[in-house]
Structure formats: structure tokens, C-alpha cells
């Protein structure tokens, strides 16, 4: 398979991490170029130290982690402490990180990075709100053109909310962003609660995980054991749902995954429905199809592949 290069924007977060791990256990398929953080589960400054420790973890410290924007780009921001933890990561003991901050910031590490590499070659894999995007897209317009394609977490239709009735939390965190990212014209590949919440943490897939036997493995199940209380609590589930690996599974193997190319628009408006992500999945309207909005995943081969390429991580 020809290597894929990539931009990972997140809020680290316990999905996120693993999302991070996965890609950087995949070198043959992905080349992540950076990293940059956003604010999102956690503030800024402490999701950066998060993407730091996640980096140690998997042994690839050649990979710059930049430092993006610290809030939506209208909004309060609002945090998920009380899904992630205090320190966004809770649940293993990761050391503090020697690796530092790449000075660059993020929103300047995108544009520049798809203006230097050759046009069509990146894709933008985003697992928190979409601020740093829609930033550079703001500051660059250019770089919409030049962009393969957007690989999201984030959003829901018949899953509908996780942080409101009506709206899944990356896109409630900062609508305005991902109304600027979903109208810029760019290949969107959607991984919305629709698909998230079919990809369980049961006990036998975290003992799988421990059971590697190795640091990232340990590691893993630790940070899934502590994030997944909240949605069990919650869902009443036999796990909890994996949010953001769910993009990186999809470009390492497109063919676990089945969706529809639709129209998606983010509600920017409304108080009661704010970030809710209206997927024209009946295609009842003419607005442009700019999604390929993910409704079916092999969930098995999913932790299959998970376990596989954590195990090749220290
Ligand atoms: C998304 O919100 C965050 O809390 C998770 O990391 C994931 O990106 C799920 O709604
Ligand atoms: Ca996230």
C-alpha cells in the first residue's frame, strides 16, 4: 500500500490517544507529518502536554506536535472533565513528557504544510472541534483546493447527541468551525456517533489489550478502563463506544467500513439544537453531497487490527 500522509488535529483525550497510537504503529500505511492540538476535552495547554505524552508512548518522537488555537473561534470555550478526567488522560500513569513543543503554531503547520507538499496529497484527520481547520482555511483559502480529503470524528444523525440532546461534542464545541470546514469544498469522510457507537470497549477487547503484554497495550486499556465509566453510566451499554481510532481504522482498511455520500449542514443558530449535524441521509433536499457519512463498520476486524498494531508498539 502506498504510504498515505497525514495531519492529526485532537484534543487528547482517551480516544484520541489510541487514534494517535494506532496511526503511529501504521509507518508502512501512514505517515503522520504532525500533530496539532486544539482545545476541546481538555484546555489547550493541557491537550498539547496530552499529544507530548501520547508520542512518547508510542516511541515516535520524530513526529512534531504543534500547538493550535485555544478556543472556538465565537464561542466560550466548553470542556469534557467530566468524561476525560482532569488532565483529559486519566487512567494510566504516563510520565511528564521530556519531548517539547514543536514552536510552530498549528493553524501556520497546516497551511504551510500543504503549500510545501505537493496538492492532493494530505489528509486532515481531525478527532476534536474543528477551530485549527477552519482557521487555516480562513487564513489560507487556498489550501481547500489542495487538501485530498477530511478524515472526521465527529457529528451524528440517528445517534442524534452525546453532549446535547441534539449535538455530538466536537461540532457543539465550536459549530461555526465545522460549518466553515463542511462548506469549504472539501472531501469529508464522517465517522458521526452513527458509526462510533457500534464499536464497543467490552471487557473481553480490553483484556485482549492488556494482554499484548507491552507499555502503549497496558497503557491503553488503563485510559479506555477510566473513560469508558461515563458511557457506561450512562448507555447502559456492554461498552463504550471508541470515537476517534475510528478514522485512522478507515484509512488503514476503507473496507471494514460502509456509508453514503450525502449532505451534511451544521446548525449554527439555534440555542436548543446548536452543532447539531443535519445528515440529509434520505436525500430528501439538492444540497451539495459533501460527506461520505460512515453507517457501517466490522467492529470485530476493528479491535482485530486495534490489537494487531498496538502490539507492534514499546
Ligand atoms: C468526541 O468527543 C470527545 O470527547 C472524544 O474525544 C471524541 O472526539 C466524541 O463525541
Ligand atoms: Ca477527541
Same mark, same amino acid.
Given at each position: /500500500? $502506498?504510504q498515505?500522509?497525514?495531519?492529526? +488535529? ?14 503511529l504503529a501504521s509507518p508502512d500505511e501512514i505517515e ?19 499529544? &507530548? ?12 506536535? /504543534? ?18 478526567? &482532569? ?21 501556520? =503547520? ?12 494530505? *489528509?486532515?484527520? $481531525? ?24 478524515? /472526521?470524528?465527529?457529528?451524528?444523525? =440517528? ?6 440532546? %441534539?449535538?455530538? =461534542? ?30 464497543? *470497549? ?24 477510566? #473513560?469508558?465509566? =461515563? ?20 484509512? &488503514?482498511?476503507?473496507?471494514?467500513? +460502509? ?5 451534511? #449542514? ?6 436548543? $439544537?446548536?452543532?447539531? #449535524? ?16 460512515? #453507517? ?7 479491535? %482485530? ?10
Amino acid at each position: /500500500m $502506498t504510504q498515505r500522509k497525514i495531519i492529526i +488535529d485532537t484534543d487528547p483525550g482517551q480516544d484520541d490517544a489510541v487514534a494517535l497510537l494506532l496511526a503511529l504503529a501504521s509507518p508502512d500505511e501512514i505517515e503522520v507529518l504532525g500533530i496539532t492540538a486544539v482545545a476541546g476535552n481538555v484546555s489547550l495547554a493541557q491537550n498539547a502536554i496530552n499529544a &507530548l505524552k501520547v508520542v512518547e508512548l508510542s516511541g515516535r518522537n520524530d513526529v512534531p506536535v /504543534m500547538a493550535g488555537c485555544p478556543g472556538p473561534l465565537r464561542r466560550r470555550l466548553e470542556t469534557a472533565e467530566h468524561v476525560h478526567g &482532569l488532565t483529559g488522560l486519566d487512567g494510566p500513569d504516563l510520565p511528564d513528557p521530556q519531548k517539547r513543543l514543536d514552536p510552530r503554531h498549528g493553524v501556520d =503547520f497546516i497551511v504551510d504544510t500543504l503549500m510545501a507538499e505537493p496538492s492532493g496529497t494530505i *489528509t486532515l484527520v $481531525t478527532l476534536g472541534p474543528l477551530t485549527n481547520l477552519a482557521m487555516a482555511l480562513i487564513k489560507a483559502p487556498m489550501i481547500a483546493a489542495r487538501i485530498k480529503r477530511i478524515v /472526521m470524528m465527529g457529528g451524528a444523525y =440517528f445517534e442524534v447527541g452525546n453532549i446535547t440532546p %441534539a449535538a455530538e =461534542f466536537n461540532i457543539y464545541v465550536d459549530p461555526e468551525a465545522a460549518d466553515v470546514v463542511l462548506r469549504a469544498g472539501i472531501p469529508v469522510v464522517m465517522a458521526s456517533l452513527d458509526i462510533t457507537h457500534k464499536v464497543l *470497549t467490552t471487557n473481553a477487547r480490553l483484556d485482549a489489550l492488556r494482554a499484548i503484554g507491552n507499555r502503549a497495550g497496558a497503557a491503553v486499556a488503563d485510559m479506555l478502563g477510566f #473513560s469508558e465509566r =461515563f458511557d457506561l453510566a450512562k448507555y447502559g451499554w456492554r461498552g463504550a463506544p471508541l470515537h476517534d481510532p475510528c478514522t485512522i481504522a478507515y484509512l &488503514l482498511r476503507p473496507e471494514l467500513f +460502509d456509508g453514503r455520500l450525502i449532505n451534511v #449542514s451544521i446548525e449554527v443558530e439555534s440555542e436548543l $439544537t446548536r452543532g447539531m #449535524s443535519v445528515a440529509d441521509f434520505w436525500q430528501i433536499t439538492d444540497r451539495p453531497k459533501n460527506v461520505f457519512f460512515l #453507517s457501517k463498520v466490522d467492529d470485530s476486524s476493528f479491535f %482485530a487490527l486495534l490489537t494487531e498494531r498496538l502490539a507492534r508498539l514499546p
